[in-house]
T-cell receptor, first 113, second 112 residues
Framework: QQQVKQSPQSLIVQKGGISIINCAYE??????FPWYQQFPGKGPALLIA?????SEKKEGRFTISFNKSAKQFSLHIMDSQPGDSATYFC????????????FGQGTTLQVKP | KAGVTQTPRYLIKTRGQQVTLSCSPI?????VSWYQQTPGQGLQFLFE???????NKGNFPGRFSGRQFSNSRSEMNVSTLELGDSALYLC???????????FGQGTRLTVV
């Protein structure tokens, strides 16, 4: 049972464009939604995270939009740069427990110069 | 401040053998979690330890086990290795329940 579904699987964006990655979850007990960025040969690194009491959170060029009624959340990367080319994972956990994260399948982003 | 350290970085083992992977969390972190990453299944949760106690366990067979020591360092063990156990094993640590989880670079295990 895939509890967090992520799309698209891959994404190609021109430099300066907006990258949008979407995730949907099933378990309404989830209350922590982070996004991780992973470069080849590295472990995932936390980009930004949101809890359901807010609908949007922005940190620099990265924004999470959260729709509790639709059980969906998305990552927007503004002014995408070639250095943003990586694999992005959404995740979810319940009870605020960051020690047990349920991950989406990942999105490979390529930003073309 | 040192990050999460996983050793070894690479391992090649033969089917049927067992393997032990090590994870040293960030100083002061008491929660350590383990994940398996494969191209087909993505990132899957194995187990979580907090103050030497297993707090959560994922849906993996009993061949996968772990433990945490009093200094918060953790080890995971896989017995009777199968080809399908080939994966990147990632460790993450956090201060406690609701704080950010930091990942190590992982141990790449290849079973031949």
């Amino acid at each position: 049972q895939q509890q967090v579904k992520q799309s698209p699987q891959s994404l190609i964006v021109q430099k300066g464009g907006i990258s949008i990655i979407n995730c949907a979850y099933e378990n309404t007990a989830f209350d922590y939604f982070p996004w991780y960025q992973q470069f080849p040969g590295k472990g995932p690194a936390l980009l930004i995270a949101i809890r359901p009491d807010v609908s949007e959170k922005k940190e620099g060029r990265f924004t999470i939009s959260f729709n509790k009624s639709a059980k969906q959340f998305s990552l927007h990367i503004m002014d995408s740069q070639p250095g943003d080319s990586a694999t992005y994972f959404c995740a979810a956990s319940k009870g605020g427990n960051t020690g047990k994260l349920i991950f989406g399948q990942g999105t490979t982003l390529q930003v073309k110069p | 401040k040192a990050g999460v350290t996983q050793t070894p970085r690479y391992l090649i083992k033969t089917r049927g053998q067992q393997v032990t992977l090590s994870c040293s969390p960030i100083s002061g972190h008491r929660s350590v979690s383990w994940y398996q990453q494969t191209p087909g299944q993505g990132l899957q949760f194995l187990f979580e330890y907090f103050s030497e106690t297993q707090r959560n366990k994922g849906n993996f067979p009993g061949r996968f086990s772990g433990r945490q020591f009093s200094n918060s360092r953790s080890e995971m063990n896989v017995s009777t290795l199968e080809l399908g156990d080939s994966a990147l094993y990632l460790c993450a640590s956090s201060l406690g329940t609701s704080t950010e989880a930091f990942f190590g670079q992982g141990t790449r295990l290849t079973v031949v």
